[in-house]
């Protein structure tokens, strides 16, 4: 099935038939946070309403996220009848006139939900559909009975789903729980760490989301990381594109090539961009035969 040419899938056991190529609201979050670009409201006003007209149905955002809870809810509530709606929670507040890199969260029940209310009224929504732990330890969670406060959310309606986002060396614990029903996991062709665990968490029955699937884009194109793209160079990986196909678009369906993955979260306010990423994912996975030498010029980069 697809959505204006838009791979669609089922996401895990939740049965959420979602797009596979999802957005992430980080980019519109603003100066404030973590070296973010300025974004004037007119362009957030474009670029979400534009995600919404290209068929993409999956938007992730955290409460943390700067000014992006804000323009979903200014922007797009009106059309909350049309996406899945996902936001994160245990951080803490980030007021519009700090400048900071630093976002500590707080692992307490009473802050999980201080962060659920506050981003429900942001968005103008009475509920989200995945509400995900913003990466705590084992420990913080087992702790601060983190997935009890989940599950409180989602039995008094205001989260139809729970999950949290993750890395090793506590993914595969949290998979092992069989409690959440989504994971988001960092993972491209270029940072293939979590390639095994992504498997174990949709063999789980739990939806996957997967985040950083290009990379942040090309150095000089996007926002990369030199030292992390020097991996394309040494696989080599230049001889397996499509003509005309960029290597941001290459990266997308890299990344929507992996048999677990259900939504790739990428981030744009550039309407070009995005055109260009819902090109790529309606082209589709890539062939059996360039995914495989793909992964093998990489292991041997």
Not at 209 to 221: C, D, F, S, T, W
Not at 251 to 261: E, K, S, V
Request: hydrophobic residues 35%; contains cysteine; charged residues 25%.
């Amino acid at each position: 099935m697809s959505r204006n040419g838009i791979p669609t899938t089922t996401f895990g056991r939740t049965g959420l038939e979602v797009t596979k190529l999802g957005y992430g609201a980080m980019e519109v979050r603003g100066t404030r946070i973590w070296g973010g670009r300025p974004v004037a409201d007119e362009e957030a006003d474009t670029i979400l309403n534009a995600v919404l007209d290209s068929g993409i149905n999956f938007i992730d955002t955290a409460n943390d996220y700067g000014r992006s809870e804000e323009y979903i809810g200014r922007y797009i509530s009106h059309r909350r009848s049309e996406f899945v709606l996902a936001t994160k929670c245990g951080c803490t507040v980030v007021h519009r006139d700090e400048h900071t890199d630093d976002t500590p969260h707080v692992w307490t029940r009473e802050n999980l939900f201080r962060g659920l209310h506050e981003s429900l009224e942001r968005m103008k929504t009475d509920y989200v559909d995945l509400m995900q732990l913003h990466n705590p330890s084992v420990e913080q969670t087992e702790s601060g009975e983190l997935v009890e406060a989940l599950t409180a959310m989602k039995e008094q309606g205001k989260a139809r789903f729970i999950g949290i986002s993750s890395t090793e060396p506590h993914l595969d614990t949290y998979i092992s729980w069989g409690v959440f029903d989504a994971f988001q996991i960092p993972y491209s062709a270029l940072e293939r760490v979590h390639e095994a665990s992504i498997q174990l968490a949709a063999r789980a029955g739990a939806g996957v989301i997967l985040r950083g699937g290009v990379a942040r884009g090309e150095p000089g194109e996007g926002l990369g990381n030199e030292d992390r793209w020097k991996v394309w160079n040494a696989a080599n990986l230049d001889e397996l594109l499509d003509e005309g196909e960029t290597r941001t678009q290459f990266l997308l369906r890299f990344t929507n090539t992996h048999p677990g993955m259900h939504t790739n979260i990428v981030g744009t306010k550039n309407p070009a961009h995005l055109n260009e990423n819902v090109v790529a994912a309606a082209k589709g996975p890539l062939s059996d035969e360039v995914y495989a030498e793909a992964k093998r010029r990489l292991d041997l980069a």
